[in-house]
């Protein structure tokens, strides 16, 4: 965690890590510094349709990891940088639960600006995200019992790919769905012994199929 820390200080900035050791996933960028944790921007959807959706539920289907669950604030601006409060448009949703939702029948030019939005995160979530982060890895099918990601099946499959020493894992569905989301109940999820769904614990009898992220402080 030394480590950690000097780095933070040096810079302010989590993607300037590199290890040879493991695979930082490139896609997570986050900045801040010890206190506050603040993600990157997001712009997923654009005026077109009914309106410019910026959905919290959305963006972490979409981004697995960059977004913490429970973020603490929401920023939003116009792609081009002016500020969502000074546009004087009107809003469905703007708070860090539900995140952004902007309906183009409500406005009185008949049209949304596009928006993008960040989040602040508790400063663990920043912590967590600095740390190494695997590939994916996939080692079982929810064919049969169920989709079992153990820590010692995956060091078996997977050698020299998971971190030395993991202090957290992450499952997402193949289809890149965080676990947490999928609404299935799990037998174990943590770091000693790994990832397993049974099927004939979830409501549908069948489980997605998982893959897990090792994560492990850069050393
Ligand atoms: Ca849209
Ligand atoms: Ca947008
Ligand atoms: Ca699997």
């Known amino acids: 965690i030394s480590t950690l820390m000097k780095v933070l200080n040096a810079s302010g900035l989590f993607s300037s890590f590199s290890s040879e ?3 930082i996933d490139s896609h997570v960028h986050l900045s801040g510094t010890l206190h506050q944790c603040r993600t990157r921007w997001f712009d997923h959807d654009d005026p077109s349709g009914h309106g410019d959706y910026e959905v919290l539920g959305d963006l972490l289907s979409i981004y697995p990891g960059e977004i913490c669950p429970r973020p603490m604030a929401i920023e939003v601006q116009t792609v081009s940088g002016e500020p969502a409060s000074i546009t004087s448009q009107t809003f469905l949703n703007y708070d860090a639960t539900h995140g952004f939702a902007c ?3 409500d ?3 008949g049209s949304c600006e ?10 663990e979530f920043c912590e967590v995200s600095a740390q190494c982060r695997t590939q994916r890895l996939n080692s079982d099918s929810p064919s049969e019992e169920g989709d079992v990601e ?4 995956l060091l078996k499959t997977f050698p020299g790919q998971i971190c030395g020493n993991p202090v957290s894992i992450e499952a997402v569905t193949t289809s890149g769905i965080s676990a947490e989301l999928t609404g299935e109940t799990f037998l174990s999820y943590d770091v000693t012994f790994g990832f397993a769904c049974i099927n004939e614990h979830q409501r549908r009898e069948q489980c997605e199929d998982y893959q897990v992220y090792c994560l492990d402080y850069i050393s």
């Not at 596009?114 to 400063?123: A, L, N």
């Not at 153990?150 to 099946?153: A, G, K, R």
Request: net charge positive; aromatic share 8%; charged share 20%.
């Open 21 to 23: 050791d493991c695979q």
């Open 103 to 105: 309906v183009n029948a």
């Open 114 to 123: 596009d928006y993008r939005v960040r989040f602040t995160c508790p400063k």
């Open 107 to 109: 406005q009185v030019s």
């Open 150 to 153: 153990s820590i010692p099946q």
